[in-house]
């Protein structure tokens, strides 16, 4: 796994993405639309994951597009990541867009090491989150999540839950007494992925530290 950093290298605020390389490219964007977004100072740790469906998949399950299924390696990542929060006088923000933001409530399940999570459009169509999100709560205390209000309007039969699934988890989260907000975007799934995401840490960085502007 990669490591791109952005930002203060000496932030006591340190937010975490899993990304691939589309992500990357945009990656300058969405750092400055965060900075204009709050005031906050941070580091962001950019972790250019290798294998999408593997590395950021929470348990096996078969393809939906195409022949590549889940090998359900997310453990694996998580566990590679967690030495990045190793400072316990900084705290720690973690998410994503797509899979990378179900990565990224599925990693806030797993462990209390990340006070917030921006889940961008996460794919929380992905077969029994609702079910595993239900019975092991986040350990977070704020929690973004958002859609584009064209996202379920696929022929995929499975993907075609994903605005179901999102209502239900943000009905959960907040019965778990979760901040929890879920923003709707124009659009599918393939528009402005950075700045959805850079709005989704805004919001989280604003909800986390009260003093951010």
Same mark, same amino acid.
């Given at each position: 796994?990669?490591?791109?950093?952005?930002?203060?290298?000496?932030?006591?605020?340190?937010?975490?993405?899993?990304?691939?390389?589309?992500?990357?490219?945009?990656?300058?964007?969405?750092?400055?639309?965060? %900075?204009?977004? *709050? &005031?906050?100072?941070?580091?962001? /740790?950019?972790?250019?994951?290798?294998?999408?469906?593997?590395?950021?998949?929470?348990?096996? +399950?078969?393809?939906?597009?195409?022949?590549?299924?889940?090998?359900? #390696?997310?453990?694996?990542?998580?566990?590679?990541? #967690?030495?990045?929060?190793?400072?316990?006088?900084? $705290?720690?923000?973690?998410?994503?867009?797509?899979?990378?933001?179900l990565f990224a409530l599925w990693?806030?399940?797993?462990?209390?090491?990340?006070? &917030?999570?921006?889940?961008?459009?996460? @794919?929380?169509?992905?077969? &029994?989150? @609702?079910?595993?999100? #239900?019975?092991?709560?986040?350990?977070?205390?704020?929690?973004?999540?958002?859609?584009?209000? %064209?996202?379920? #309007?696929? %022929?995929?039969?499975?993907?075609?839950t994903v605005a179901a699934r /999102?209502?239900? /988890?943000?009905?959960?989260? *907040?019965?778990?007494?979760?901040? *929890?907000?879920?923003?709707?975007?124009?659009?599918?799934?393939?528009?402005?992925?950075?700045?959805? $995401?850079?709005?989704?840490? +805004?919001? $989280? /960085?604003?909800? *986390?530290?009260?003093?951010?502007?």
């Open positions: 796994m990669l490591f791109h950093e952005y930002g203060n290298p000496e932030a006591d605020l340190v937010l975490l993405q899993m990304v691939d390389s589309f992500d990357l490219a945009a990656m300058e964007n969405e750092v400055a639309s965060i %900075r204009a977004l *709050c &005031g906050a100072d941070f580091r962001l /740790i950019a972790a250019e994951v290798g294998h999408w469906n593997a590395d950021l998949s929470p348990w096996e +399950a078969p393809a939906v597009i195409g022949k590549e299924g889940f090998a359900g #390696k997310a453990h694996d990542t998580l566990e590679s990541i #967690k030495p990045l929060c190793a400072d316990a006088n900084k $705290t720690y923000l973690i998410g994503g867009y797509s899979l990378a933001g990693a806030a399940c797993e462990t209390s090491l990340f006070a &917030g999570v921006a889940a961008a459009s996460p @794919s929380v169509w992905f077969p &029994g989150f @609702s079910d595993y999100i #239900k019975e092991r709560p986040v350990q977070s205390g704020a929690v973004y999540l958002s859609l584009g209000d %064209r996202e379920e #309007k696929t %022929r995929n039969p499975v993907m075609a /999102i209502r239900e /988890i943000y009905e959960v989260l *907040c019965a778990q007494g979760v901040d *929890c907000t879920l923003k709707w975007n124009s659009g599918n799934h393939f528009q402005d992925p950075a700045g959805r $995401t850079a709005a989704a840490f +805004a919001w $989280t /960085i604003r909800h *986390c530290l009260p003093n951010a502007e």
